[in-house]
């Protein structure tokens, strides 16, 4: 009687211990599960970034589409139907190859604001672009800002090239 009262008493002492070694295990797994994830939306949220910045840095607007929301995607043929063709051949020539460099991103659920620099023969912009996730992909949302009438009554400012002949 004695021992099956003694391996009672040590089937539930390993029985606890388990418990709590499996509790911390399952712990740790979770842990690293979310920080894993975290990393993975970042790497996703960077490719997405670059890829857009880098197309439409150098006016490509049609290899910008798949990084881009259906909204920003009206933007992107705006500029690409509109903008780019008004713009001066040599000032587009002069202002590319455009070099992004993603500087920082911060993500907060659905939402992310990525801070870049892009570098160009002519110029040095430093921005935020924000990237959302959208049916559960991460795209860039750069929606226009006059949700009115794009079509009547549109008034573009377009700044002249500079003189590239000095």
Same mark, same amino acid.
């Given at each position: ?85 008004? *713009?001066?051949?040599? =000032?587009?020539?002069?202002? @590319? +190859? ?6 920082? /991103?911060? #993500?907060? %659920?659905? *939402?992310?604001?990525? =801070?870049?620099?892009?570098? @160009? +023969? ?6 935020? /672009?924000? #990237?959302? %996730? ?33």
């Amino acid at each position: 009687m004695k021992q099956r009262k003694e391996f009672g008493q040590f089937a539930r002492t390993l029985f606890y211990y388990n418990m709590k070694k499996t509790f911390r295990i399952f712990a740790a797994l979770i842990a690293v599960s979310i920080l894993a994830s975290c990393n993975s939306d970042k790497k996703n949220i960077e490719k997405v970034a670059y890829g857009y910045l880098n197309a439409t840095g150098n006016y490509l607007a049609d290899e910008a589409m798949p990084y881009a929301t259906p909204e920003t995607q009206e933007t992107l043929r705006f500029l690409k139907e509109v903008l780019i063709p008004l *713009t001066d051949t040599s =000032y587009i020539a002069a202002n @590319t +190859p455009a070099e992004i460099t993603i500087n920082n /991103i911060e #993500v907060a %659920k659905d *939402t992310a604001l990525v =801070y870049y620099t892009k570098v @160009t +023969p002519l110029k040095t912009l430093e921005a935020q /672009i924000t #990237v959302i %996730k959208f049916d559960g992909k991460w795209l860039v949302d750069l929606p226009l800002e006059n949700k009115a009438d794009t079509t009547s009554n549109l008034t573009l400012s377009i700044p002249a090239a500079p003189n590239l002949a000095q």
